[in-house]
């Protein structure tokens, strides 16, 4: 065991690895991502032994800093003990210094795959992994979603960044490291950033990345980003739409703040990066483009904006980004209205209050801040401007730094990769608190031309500095422009106060962390802690020889001396003897380096779970949609306010399945009603109820997951990653704040039990709470009387056959009212309908008539029709507006000038309606809808578009009003017999 002690605090790292368990991982066969560099440490020691006067060998330890310690268990009998077998003692356990300077950083260059299992033809996407890579991004003003892609770099929107200073804060969790915008793509709308630190997103899993095909159209996708710059949400249950070049349509629900964010397959790959969307589709461009723009942006040396060197020692912090640091305000912000004596840029601010303090010390006090929304505070706290006024009496010197001495050579080793050397140049008269620090790399093997070279400086504070992209050089094999790199330089401009104890060299995808060797007077060992290490001591003997041998066991391994630990034949009795010092590697906790500030807390601790399998619905109601609960008893529980008085109607919804559902109690108090099936004879399976679980302080600062249905298809949801803050008798609250989910339940992943209910807010009512209140209200729960006996419903979207109610009275809800058309021929009627779809075309059809209604739709499923009572409809019919269903199995062929393709061809079932079989003038025997792309010489409004059988018969197809965010794509709708040929012709008019 590791135990450390650093700042008064004592970490516990276990460093004892089971056989058995890594049998276990490696026979799952699942891909995974390589490991962050792991911090390992050299120890050594020699074994001592002696054999007593009864031929019992007994054995010590001695450490390299002198201490002698014996386990409990160490002897043994050389008569009796087995031959060619080892027999370990009893663990060994000592405090060991730790020298900064010596730890090592190993690194597991496997390739990070998402891959099906071989022969399977199927996988399983790894959501943590998902969840790891994906990023908040903040700038100056505006929020958004990127993902990592390797080596500290995140891709995200364009317009994320657009107009900003190129300096932004990644978030994830409580994390929040700085990060530079090397990179845009206007074109594909794609921005490359790059970690101030790399180091501290070494454990962010590298995503891989693949170009969709038209196979793709129809296959589930996830989408995870933060919407609304909220929580870290999966967004399932789309499909891919459409494919065509180098863009996606997908039906996943997004938006403001998933831009940026990764598409991914349902093995785990990113297929594409959102750049537009809503509630019901959502357009990215493909993995194809990504790649392409990526390696364009590589291509041409994408290179780190300039970033002020003097900054005071109390500004830096492991992850922090100081961009902008002097008399007047950063570019591209707008400090107009302040007046100040200085000015300091930050991105990642962990701690406002904190950077507050940093400032005080460094000698400013912060009189306001500039170039966000918001009031005098951020109101973000993770990137800002603020202007400064001194508190102390003299203002810093800008001046650029004239040289110093004469550089002095620091360090200088040789490496697998070539030499490096590092110098330092003594502050110069007018900079007296500036060193100047200088490395310089000759690579043994020349690196390739436009390859991504950097250094990054780290010091004894854990602050980590990155070379600007404006002090590196480089030097070719020869002169020409595409020669291969052979020697790199970096320089910084730091405090003086700093002090390095290692460069970390990134080279493309390889890295290499090298610890300065410099004046131990300097950096005294065990400065930044010390270590409890435990080992067990081996011992065998030969059968042949006699022999013994001893060595030092530890994680599994044994360790042995360069003379095998070979004691010999012959073992002086009384007398100890060494052996040769024994050397071994061992993990060290991640506390010891700048990334402990900055662990990871796994977001998605246990199994993921099929949302569908659990025991949310969507829920739509005349005052609005929101998410219920299934409590069992063919029962459910809603948010009062969806359900009031005037209009105690909804619909549960998942996947294809909608039921009518009625009012049956509530409880104002808690803002809950409970809702039952209308068909009281209805036999259908709803699945397993909700388990009620247990809520404690414990929660406190966990993660939990709250499952949301947003409107529209019910085959779609949200997992939101929350963390709760506070606990009260009633409720729990979480952050982030502000997504307004109605009755969405907050679920314990790991067994799938209730947590808790929404109110719409951030408090949530507890488990305790909620199933208090559904006991309650289940012992008095009372059906309502119907008045359903208005025109029955019809068609393919329709839920039930009958309306839910209908009479002269309109039903009441949130105040709002239908188009009323008071007469004193006749009086107006009202019935309340539900469909399967949201938004479906309605129509009221009257004997070889139909006409479209007077709707309040105001519930996406539910919805009032309002008729005349002197002219009762015989039917209403219900019926997608749209198709339901990416694909079709219909065979087309196009005939169309140079540059019009058929992109697409989808099958729109609908049901036939008595009274309307006549009525084939109108849309609503659309059976297919198609679309074509042009990008040829003519505009859409000069092209006659007709469609025909294989008969020659001629079909008029209905253009179709709906707006794509390509415009060079139209739709049409035709009415076409199921299986036939058919061709689609298009000519200039």
């Given at each position: 065991m590791y135990l450390l002690r650093r700042r008064g605090r004592q970490f516990l790292v276990s460093i004892l690895a089971l056989a058995g368990v890594a049998c276990l991982i490696a026979g799952i066969g699942l891909a995974q991502d390589p490991e962050p560099p792991e911090p390992r440490y050299d120890f050594s020691g020699q074994i001592v032994t002696r054999l007593n006067e009864n031929g019992v060998l007994e054995f010590c330890l001695r450490t390299d800093d002198g201490q002698t310690i014996c386990p409990r268990a160490r002897y043994l009998n050389i008569e009796r003990a087995p031959r060619d077998a080892s027999v370990a003692s009893s663990e060994v356990s000592w405090t060991a210094p730790i020298d900064v300077g010596a730890i090592q950083y190993v690194a597991d260059n496997a390739s990070p795959t998402a891959t099906p299992d071989e022969g399977s033809g199927s996988c399983a996407p790894d959501f943590e992994r998902m969840l790891e890579a994906t990023w908040k991004v903040e700038t100056s003003g505006t929020f958004g979603t990127a993902f990592h892609v390797g080596n500290g770099r995140f891709v995200t929107a364009y317009h994320v960044i657009e107009r900003?200073?190129?300096?932004?804060?990644?978030?994830?969790?409580?994390?929040?490291?700085?990060?530079?915008?090397?990179?845009?793509?206007?074109?594909?709308?794609?921005?490359?950033?790059?970690?101030?630190?790399?180091?501290?997103?070494?454990?962010?899993?590298?995503?891989?990345?693949?170009?969709?095909?038209?196979?793709?159209?129809?296959?589930?996708?996830?989408?995870?980003?933060?919407?609304?710059?909220?929580?870290?949400?999966?967004?399932?249950?789309?499909?891919?739409?459409?494919?065509?070049?180098?863009?996606?349509?997908?039906?996943?629900?997004?938006?403001?703040?998933?831009?940026?964010?990764?598409?991914?397959?349902?093995?785990?790959?990113?297929?594409?990066?959102?750049?537009?969307?809503?509630?019901?589709?959502?357009?990215?461009?493909?993995?194809?483009?990504?790649?392409?723009?990526?390696?364009?942006?590589?291509?041409?040396?994408?290179?780190?904006?300039?970033?002020?060197?003097?900054?005071?020692?109390?500004?830096?912090?492991?992850?922090?980004?100081?961009?902008?640091?002097?008399?007047?305000?950063?570019?591209?912000?707008?400090?107009?209205?302040?007046?100040?004596?200085?000015?300091?840029?930050?991105s990642a601010i962990a701690d406002e209050s904190e950077l507050r303090s940093d400032l005080e010390r460094a000698g400013w006090r912060q009189i306001g801040v500039c170039g966000a929304s918001g009031p005098d505070d951020f109101d973000n706290g993770f990137t800002y401007v603020a202007a400064l006024e001194s508190i102390t009496a003299e203002i810093p010197s800008v001046e650029d730094c004239t040289d110093g001495g004469t550089p002095r050579v620091l360090h200088q080793s040789s490496r697998s990769f070539g030499s490096l050397r590092v110098t330092l140049r003594d502050p110069a008269p007018e900079c007296p608190e500036v060193n100047e620090y200088s490395l310089r790399v000759d690579f043994a093997t020349p690196q390739t031309p436009g390859v991504d070279l950097g250094a990054t400086l780290i010091g004894a504070d854990g602050s980590q500095l990155v070379g600007a992209w404006s002090r590196k050089s480089y030097s070719g094999t020869t002169l020409a422009a595409d020669s291969p790199v052979a020697t790199f330089w970096q320089d910084w401009s730091v405090h003086a106060g700093f002090m390095p104890i290692a460069i970390r060299l990134a080279a493309g995808g390889e890295r290499w962390f090298v610890p300065l060797e410099l004046d131990q007077e300097r950096i005294a060992p065990g400065e930044f802690g010390s270590a409890e290490v435990s080992v067990a001591i081996a011992a065998r003997i030969d059968s042949e020889s006699g022999a013994v041998r001893v060595c030092?066991?530890?994680?599994?391994?044994?360790?042995?001396?360069?003379?095998?630990?070979?004691?010999?034949?012959?073992?002086?009795?009384?007398?100890?003897?060494?052996?040769?010092?024994?050397?071994?590697?061992?993990?060290?906790?991640?506390?010891?380096?700048?990334?402990?500030?900055?662990?990871?807390?796994?977001?998605?601790?246990?199994?993921?779970?099929?949302?569908?399998?659990?025991?949310?619905?969507?829920?739509?109601?005349?005052?609005?949609?929101?998410?219920?609960?299934?409590?069992?008893?063919?029962?459910?529980?809603?948010?009062?306010?969806?359900?009031?008085?005037?209009?105690?109607?909804g619909v549960v919804s998942r996947g294809e399945l909608s039921l009518p559902v009625v009012r049956v109690a509530s409880d104002p108090r808690n803002d809950l009603a409970l809702v039952e099936l209308f068909d009281a004879e209805q036999q259908i399976e709803l699945g397993a109820p909700a388990r009620f679980g247990l809520t404690s302080d414990a929660l406190i600062d966990s993660y939990v997951h709250m499952l949301t249905y947003p409107a529209g298809n019910a085959g779609r949801y949200l997992i939101s990653v929350l963390s709760?803050?506070?606990?009260?008798?009633?409720?729990?609250?979480?952050?982030?704040?502000?997504?307004?989910?109605?009755?969405?339940?907050?679920?314990?992943?790991?067994?799938?039990?209730?947590?808790?209910?929404?109110?719409?807010?951030?408090?949530?009512?507890?488990?305790?709470?909620?199933?208090?209140?559904?006991?309650?209200?289940?012992?008095?729960?009372?059906?309502?009387?119907?008045?359903?006996?208005?025109?029955?419903?019809?068609?393919?979207?329709?839920?039930?056959?009958?309306?839910?109610?209908?009479?002269?009275?309109?039903?009441?809800?949130?105040?709002?009212?239908?188009?009323?058309?008071?007469?004193?021929?006749?009086?107006?009627?009202?019935?309340?309908?539900?469909?399967?779809?949201?938004?479906?075309?309605?129509?009221?059809v009257y004997e070889r008539d139909g006409?479209?209604?007077?709707?309040?739709?105001?519930?996406?499923?539910?919805?009032?029709?309002?008729?005349?009572?002197?002219?009762?409809?015989?039917?209403?019919?219900?019926?997608?507006?749209?198709?339901?269903?990416?694909?079709?199995?219909?065979?087309?062929?196009?005939?169309?000038p140079e540059g019009v393709e058929l992109l697409q061809v989808t099958g729109f079932v609908r049901d036939d309606c008595p009274g309307l079989s006549t009525l084939e003038q109108t849309r609503w025997f659309s059976t297919h809808y198609f679309k074509l792309r042009n990008t040829g010489e003519h505009e859409f409004e000069s092209f006659t578009v007709r469609v025909l059988t294989d008969e020659g018969k001629r079909l008029v197809p209905r253009r179709d009003i709906y707006s794509f965010a390509d415009s060079d794509v139209w739709a049409w709708r035709v009415r076409v017999t199921e299986g036939a040929p058919v061709k689609v012709v298009v000519t200039v008019r």
């Open positions: 900003r200073p190129p300096f932004v804060s990644l978030i994830h969790g409580q994390r929040t490291i700085g990060a530079a915008v090397i990179g845009v793509d206007p074109d594909f709308d794609l921005a490359l950033l790059e970690v101030d630190s790399p180091g501290l997103v070494q454990d962010a899993p590298a995503l891989r990345m693949r170009a969709p095909t038209a196979d793709d159209v129809g296959e589930p996708i996830y989408l995870i980003g933060y919407p609304g710059g909220e929580a870290l949400t999966i967004s399932g249950g789309g499909v891919v739409s459409q494919v065509w070049d180098d863009n996606i349509q997908t039906s996943a629900v997004v938006r403001g703040g998933n831009s940026g964010g990764p598409v991914f397959d349902a093995c785990g790959a990113v297929i594409g990066v959102l750049w537009a969307g809503g509630s019901s589709w959502s357009y990215t461009y493909s993995g194809g483009a990504l790649m392409r723009s990526l390696q364009r942006l590589n291509d041409s040396w994408p290179r780190w904006p300039l970033t002020p060197s003097a900054v005071p020692p109390a500004l830096r912090a492991a992850g922090r980004l100081v961009w902008h640091y002097g008399p007047d305000p950063p570019q591209d912000v707008d400090c107009s209205e302040l007046d100040a004596d200085w000015w300091i840029a930050v030092l066991l530890d994680e599994g391994v044994i360790h042995c001396g360069p003379d095998g630990g070979w004691l010999g034949p012959a073992v002086d009795s009384g007398r100890w003897r060494e052996t040769a010092p024994i050397s071994w590697s061992a993990s060290l906790p991640s506390e010891l380096t700048a990334i402990a500030a900055h662990a990871p807390r796994s977001a998605l601790t246990c199994q993921y779970q099929d949302p569908h399998q659990l025991y949310a619905w969507q829920f739509n109601s005349l005052a609005g949609t929101a998410t219920a609960v299934h409590v069992g008893n063919r029962q459910f529980l809603v948010n009062l306010a969806r359900v009031p008085d005037g209009a105690p109607w709760v803050t506070d606990m009260s008798e009633r409720v729990l609250r979480v952050e982030p704040t502000g997504n307004g989910r109605h009755g969405s339940p907050l679920i314990d992943l790991c067994d799938g039990s209730l947590l808790g209910v929404s109110l719409g807010g951030d408090d949530l009512l507890r488990a305790e709470t909620v199933r208090a209140s559904w006991t309650e209200m289940r012992e008095r729960a009372e059906r309502p009387r119907s008045q359903n006996d208005g025109p029955p419903a019809h068609g393919t979207a329709s839920a039930y056959s009958r309306p839910l109610y209908d009479g002269p009275i309109q039903p009441q809800f949130s105040g709002r009212i239908c188009n009323v058309r008071p007469s004193e021929r006749y009086h107006g009627r009202y019935a309340v309908y539900v469909s399967s779809v949201d938004n479906p075309d309605v129509w009221r006409a479209r209604p007077d709707t309040c739709d105001f519930g996406d499923k539910i919805f009032i029709v309002e008729y005349r009572d002197d002219r009762t409809p015989e039917a209403i019919c219900i019926e997608p507006r749209r198709p339901t269903s990416p694909e079709s199995t219909a065979e087309w062929e196009l005939d169309a």
